[in-house]
């Protein structure tokens, strides 16, 4: 029988064999307005791929075999990886500011069509607007910044005061 969760059941149990051998970690992820993701990773602490189920779902309800649909998710799994990697190269390790900060840029849209994003990316909101922070990925693409990899970046630099007077890594923080 075609069931949405049987569709889940069958992309978690074989999609891995489709995947290079160190993504092994699959979990679906679903938003405030009930939209579901697969997130394939290197583990739980490894920032996952994620991708939009409901296309291969459409696909598989249509008639298209599990293996076929199974097959051109990992592909476009793969693409995306391919994408990760090269913004990882590109920026280096990005969980540290001081690779990406003269390249953060921001683009500004409306709170209403954000606002299931707004807990999660790191953002400014002034009236009914509001400023995502991101940076240039490929020709088209963009990393937004989340509040997490924020924090992250903070804990860096206050994990620097050790090392450094008090007042240079407080002053970074603040600008």
Do not use: H
Request: with cysteine; glycine share 6%; aromatic share 14%.
């Amino acid at each position: 029988m075609k069931s949405y969760e049987n569709f889940k059941k069958e992309i978690k149990e074989k999609l891995l064999a489709y995947m290079p051998e160190e993504y092994k970690a699959i979990e679906f992820i679903r938003n405030a307005r009930g939209l579901e993701a697969i997130a394939v990773g290197k583990g739980y602490d490894d920032g996952a791929i994620m991708m939009d189920i409901k296309p291969y779902f459409k696909l598989y309800m249509q008639g298209t075999d599990i293996r076929t649909v199974i097959k051109r998710l990992a592909d476009s799994c793969e693409k995306n990886i391919i994408a990760k990697e090269a913004f990882e190269n590109k920026f280096g390790d990005f969980d540290r500011y001081e690779n990406v900060k003269d390249k953060i840029m921001f683009e500004v849209r409306s709170v209403k069509s954000q606002r299931e994003y707004l807990g999660i990316l790191a953002n400014q909101t002034v009236g009914d607007m509001v400023k995502l922070y991101y940076v240039p990925s490929g020709k088209t693409g963009r990393a937004f910044i989340t509040k997490k990899l924020v924090e992250e970046w903070a804990r860096n630099m206050l994990m620097a005061m050790r090392k450094k007077p008090y007042w240079s890594v407080y002053w970074k923080i603040i600008f």
